[in-house]
């Protein structure tokens, strides 16, 4: 069974989110503060985090970096914050998606499906992917560069699965958005923006003047080997 951390101080959309987890089979642990948060991933290793920004003890953007430093598991955002940069900020900490408040709630829970079949393991007939300065199993879920496994989150995985399968050829950023995160985005391109960043800085040898991970303006971003 699928275990959720709630992180949020608003008891009632707890409640209804506990209600609504609970009655798809999610097993689902609560957090009423960041530091109460950090605690129980530690503890009970959850498979997805669904969290609050505007938290009494520690800001969510925090948390969110907290969490990234232990786990790769997917982080859901769930905020009063509308502005394009503090989505920005809270994506380039680590989190895989961003919802606004007043949310709908079938929207959330298939946002929240969608995270976690990314954190799934890969399926059979995958294959070996090798570059210069990385190398990406897609069998193993894992990028190895300079003998060492490198560190993805599950969002950055497969916004790098879907470019290495299409190896060579423009994925569009309507394709790679629905892809990714979802059909109903399409025109969420600071995701795309932030993400193809996170992806250079981890794996190419110069990220300012990037070799594989090639943007087309306007159009969508081009893997090279």
């Given at each position: 069974m699928t275990r959720v951390l709630v992180v949020?101080?608003?008891?009632?959309?707890?409640?209804?989110?506990?209600?609504?987890?609970?009655?798809?089979?999610?097993?689902?642990?609560?957090?009423?503060?960041?530091?109460?948060?950090?605690?129980?991933?530690?503890?009970?290793?959850?498979?997805?985090?669904?969290?609050d920004l505007g938290l009494p003890d520690l800001d969510g953007v925090e948390v969110v970096r907290g969490l990234r430093g232990r786990t790769r598991v997917p982080i859901l955002v769930l905020s009063a914050r509308h502005s394009p940069d503090e989505k920005v900020k809270a994506l380039d900490a680590?989190?895989?998606?961003?919802?606004?408040?007043?949310?709908?709630?079938?929207?959330?829970?298939?946002?929240?499906?969608?995270?976690?079949?990314?954190?799934?393991?890969?399926?059979?007939?995958?294959?070996?992917?090798?570059?210069?300065?990385?190398?990406?199993d897609l069998a193993a879920k894992k990028v190895h560069r300079g003998g060492r496994d490198v560190r993805l989150t599950p969002t950055e995985w497969h916004l790098l699965e879907v470019l290495v399968r299409n190896t060579g050829r423009l994925v569009g950023q309507r394709q790679l958005l629905q892809e990714v995160w979802g059909p109903s985005y399409g025109t969420e391109t600071n995701y795309l923006r932030v993400y193809m960043a996170q992806l250079r800085r981890k794996l190419e040898a110069d990220p300012s003047h990037p070799r594989h991970f090639i943007t087309e303006p306007g159009m969508g971003y081009r893997f090279e080997k």
């Open positions: 949020d101080d608003d008891v009632q959309i707890v409640r209804a989110l506990e209600i609504n987890l609970r009655a798809r089979a999610y097993v689902v642990d609560t957090a009423s503060d960041g530091t109460t948060a950090l605690r129980l991933a530690a503890d009970r290793q959850p498979d997805v985090v669904v969290l680590g989190a895989d998606d961003y919802v606004t408040k007043p949310f709908g709630m079938d929207e959330l829970l298939a946002r929240l499906g969608a995270a976690v079949r990314r954190a799934e393991p890969a399926g059979e007939g995958d294959v070996l992917v090798e570059t210069p300065e990385f190398t990406v």
